[in-house]
C-alpha cells in the first residue's frame, strides 16, 4: 500500500464529508429491509436492497471518482466554465498516484456496509427463497463488485490515455438518472393528485366516490413508490456538489424537500394508515382517527382481482368501503386455527355474508370463477 | 536516470505523432527540448512522465520499464510541470497545496511558500496573502504555472520535467525561474527537461539540447556542439519567430 496516497485519501475524505449522509441513508434503508423481512417474511421489500446495492456501487466511485472536480477551464482556449465537472483522474494523471491504494481504500471504506446488505440478504434468502431473493441478493453482492471493478478499469484507462472516457459517460448516466427520476417523480405525483382529485371531485360533487379509499391508495398502497421518490430525492440532492438549477428552481433543495416529503409519506403511513382484520371485524386506522368495523356491519361487497390476486371491497353501514385483503391480519391462535390462510377468510367470509343475505358482487368473469373455485 | 529507447506513439485521432525517439534524463543535467509548434515535444513528455504509454519502444527509470503497473512507482521523485495538470477549482490553493503534498513525502511549504515569493505570486513575509486565498480557477494562465512550477520544486523532486513554464511570464519572473531551476540542478542534482521555443532563457543553462521536428528528434547532444550548428541555429530561430 503506497503510504502517500493512503495520507492522500485520508485527507481527501474530510472534503467528502456528506458520504456520511449517504452512509447513514444506506444503514436506514437497510434496517428497514431487515425490519420489513422479519416482520413480513412473505413480501419482503428485497428491491430496496438491490437499490441500496446501487447506491453503494454508484455512488461512491462518482462522489471519488468523478464529482471530484469541476473543469474549470480549457487550459488551452482559456474558456472558464464553471458548470462542467472533471475527474480525479485529471489530478491521478500529472501526479504521483497509486491507483491499487486509492481503490482499496475506497472499496474498504464501505466494505462493512456492504457486507452487512450481504448478510441481510442471506438472511432474507433463508425466510423466503423466492425469486426475488435471490435476485436481491445477487445484485445487492456483485452490483458494487462490477461498479468498482469498471470503475478502477476505467480509471486506469484514464489517466494513460489522452481523452478520458469516464469524464462524458458519467455526465451522460448522471443526466440521465436526473431525468428519469424527475420524470418519475412528477408521473407518481400527478397520479396521487388526480386520484385524490377525481375522488373529492366525484364525492363532493357527484355525492358519491370514495375519497377514503383514494387516500387508503395514496397513503399505503404506494408505500414503495414513496420510499423509492425518498430514497433517489436524497441521492440525488447528495451527488450534485453544485446547485443544478431547473429553471429557475434550485434542483438540490427541491430535492431534499421531496426526498423528506417522500420518506415522512412512508413513515405517517405505515405509523397512520392501515387496517387490522381480527375475527370479529376490521379496525381502520388513519391520521390518529380509529374506526372499528364489524363484519355483521356489511352491507354490500365487490370480489375482484387485483395483482392476480381475489381480493374483497366491502361497504359497512355509513358508507366506508374498505378493501380487506390489503390489511393486517390477525396473529392470535384463534385465528390461526379457523384460517389456514388469507383465502380461507375471504371465502368463510363471504359465505358468512351471502348466508346473511348479503349477496356482494364480482367485479368481472374471472373473479367469479376464481372465487368459485377457491369456493369448492 | 529517465531514458526513452525508440519510443513511438501515435493519438489515434489526431496526427501528431512520436517517431522512435531515444532521449536520456539524467540527474544533475539540465536538457532542453526545442521545436515548432506542434512538434510532439508535449507528446513526448507526456511518455516520459507516463501519462501516456508508448505503442512500440520502452520508458524506463533506472532500469525499471515503464508499465500500467508501474505507474506510481516510475513517477515516484518525478515531477511534471504542464498547463494540462489542474487544481481543485473550489478549494483555496493553500489549503489544496496541503492536501495535493500528501503525494509528496518531501514536501517542504516553507519551501513553496518562498519559491512563490520570489515568483513574485506572493509578496511580503505573510503567508496568508490575498492570491493564497484564490482558487486555482480565479489565476491567469500565467499564474497557475507559477503555482504549480513553485509547488513541484518544494516536493524536491529527482527529476523535473516542465513543458513550457516561461509561456505568459513577464520577464523578470522568467529570469527568477530558470534561475531557481538552475540552482536546483546544480546543487540537488536534479534532472531537468524543459520545452520552451526561448532557447535564450537556458541557452547558458542547458547541458544537452535536443531539437524535435514533425515528431522526430532531429538534433540531440551537448549544448556547444548544437549551438555551434548554423543549420540548427537557424531552425531554432525559425521556431522563435514562429512562436
Redesign the interface.
Known amino acids: 500500500m503506497?503510504?502517500?496516497?493512503k495520507?492522500?485519501w485520508?485527507?481527501?475524505k474530510k472534503?467528502n464529508r456528506r458520504d456520511i449522509f449517504a452512509g447513514v441513508l444506506l444503514v436506514v434503508a437497510l434496517l428497514m429491509s431487515v425490519v420489513e423481512i422479519i416482520s413480513e417474511p412473505t413480501e419482503s421489500r428485497g428491491w430496496i436492497l438491490v437499490t441500496c446495492g446501487l447506491c453503494i456501487g454508484v455512488l461512491v466511485p462518482y462522489r471519488y471518482l468523478v464529482k471530484?472536480?469541476?473543469d474549470?477551464?480549457d487550459?488551452?482556449a482559456?474558456v472558464?466554465d464553471?458548470n462542467r465537472y472533471?475527474p480525479l483522474y485529471?489530478?491521478a494523471?500529472?501526479?504521483?498516484?497509486?491507483?491499487d491504494?486509492y481503490f482499496w481504500l475506497m472499496l474498504k471504506n464501505y466494505l462493512s456496509l456492504y457486507l452487512f446488505g450481504v448478510a441481510v440478504n442471506v438472511f432474507g434468502l433463508f425466510r423466503d427463497s423466492d425469486i426475488y431473493s435471490i435476485a436481491s441478493l445477487a445484485a445487492s453482492a456483485i452490483l458494487p463488485i462490477v461498479v468498482f471493478g469498471l470503475g478502477k478499469a476505467l480509471f486506469?484507462r484514464n489517466?494513460?490515455?489522452?481523452?478520458g472516457i469516464g469524464k462524458n459517460l458519467s455526465g451522460i448516466l448522471l443526466s440521465a438518472l436526473m431525468n428519469f427520476a424527475a420524470l418519475f417523480i412528477l408521473f407518481v405525483f400527478t397520479v396521487f393528485v388526480v386520484i385524490i382529485g377525481y375522488s373529492v371531485v366525484v364525492e363532493r360533487i357527484a355525492g358519491y366516490g370514495n375519497l377514503a379509499n383514494a387516500q387508503m391508495i395514496v397513503y399505503t398502497w404506494f408505500n414503495n413508490v414513496w420510499l423509492m421518490c425518498g430514497v433517489i430525492c436524497i441521492l440525488l440532492a447528495l451527488l450534485l456538489n453544485r446547485p443544478k438549477k431547473l429553471g429557475r428552481i434550485p434542483f438540490r433543495p427541491l430535492m431534499i424537500v421531496l426526498g423528506v416529503l417522500s420518506l415522512m409519506f412512508v413513515v405517517i403511513a405505515d405509523i397512520y394508515c392501515n387496517n387490522t382484520i381480527d375475527e370479529e371485524g376490521v379496525v381502520v386506522k388513519c391520521f390518529g382517527v380509529e374506526t372499528a368495523y364489524s363484519f355483521d356491519d356489511v352491507k354490500d361487497y365487490v370480489i375482484f382481482e387485483e395483482d392476480g390476486e381475489l381480493n374483497i371491497k366491502a361497504t359497512f353501514g355509513d358508507g366506508k368501503t374498505v378493501k380487506l385483503m390489503g390489511s393486517t391480519f390477525s396473529t392470535t391462535d384463534s385465528w390461526s386455527e379457523k384460517y389456514s390462510d388469507k383465502d380461507a377468510f375471504l371465502t368463510v367470509l363471504v359465505n358468512n355474508l351471502r348466508e346473511r343475505g348479503v349477496e356482494g358482487n364480482f367485479a368481472d368473469e374471472w373473479a367469479k370463477t376464481a372465487f368459485e373455485e377457491l369456493n369448492k | 536516470m529517465i531514458e526513452c529507447r525508440n519510443v513511438s506513439f501515435s493519438y489515434k485521432k489526431k496526427n501528431r505523432q512520436i517517431y522512435d525517439i531515444s532521449l536520456k534524463l539524467e540527474e544533475g543535467y539540465f536538457t532542453c527540448l526545442i521545436g515548432h509548434n506542434g512538434a510532439g515535444k508535449t507528446t513526448l513528455m507526456k511518455l516520459l512522465y507516463g501519462s501516456l504509454l508508448p505503442d512500440s519502444g520502452t520508458v524506463e527509470k533506472d532500469g525499471s520499464v515503464l508499465s500500467i503497473d508501474s505507474l506510481c512507482e516510475h513517477r515516484s521523485g518525478l515531477f511534471f510541470v504542464t498547463k494540462e495538470a489542474v487544481w481543485h477549482p473550489d478549494r483555496p490553493l493553500m489549503s489544496y497545496s496541503k492536501t495535493l503534498a500528501k503525494l509528496y513525502p518531501k514536501y517542504s511549504e516553507e519551501e513553496f511558500l518562498e519559491n512563490l515569493r520570489k515568483l513574485d505570486f506572493i509578496s511580503g513575509k505573510d503567508a496568508g496573502t490575498k492570491n493564497l486565498d484564490k482558487t486555482f480557477s480565479e489565476l491567469s494562465y500565467g499564474e497557475r504555472m507559477k503555482v504549480i512550477t513553485a509547488f513541484g520544486l518544494a516536493t524536491h523532486p529527482e527529476y523535473m520535467i516542465l513543458d513550457e513554464p516561461f509561456a505568459n511570464l513577464d520577464p523578470l519572473v522568467k529570469s527568477e525561474l530558470a534561475r531557481m531551476i538552475h540552482t536546483r540542478v546544480a546543487k540537488d542534482g536534479m534532472g531537468v527537461l524543459i520545452s520552451t521555443h526561448l532557447l535564450d532563457e537556458v541557452s547558458d543553462m542547458a547541458d544537452y539540447v535536443a531539437v524535435m521536428e514533425k515528431g522526430r528528434l532531429v538534433k540531440y547532444g551537448d549544448r556547444e556542439e548544437i549551438m555551434s550548428n548554423t543549420d540548427l541555429r537557424t531552425v531554432l530561430r525559425e521556431s522563435r519567430e514562429t512562436e
Not at chain 1, 2 to 5: S, V
Not at chain 1, 93 to 99: A, E, G, K, L, M
Not at chain 1, 159 to 163: A, D, K
Open positions: 503506497n503510504a502517500e496516497t495520507r492522500f485520508i485527507e481527501e472534503n471530484y472536480l469541476r474549470d477551464a487550459s488551452e482559456g472558464f464553471k472533471i485529471q489530478i494523471r500529472f501526479n504521483s498516484f497509486d491507483v491504494t486506469v489517466i494513460t490515455h489522452e481523452n
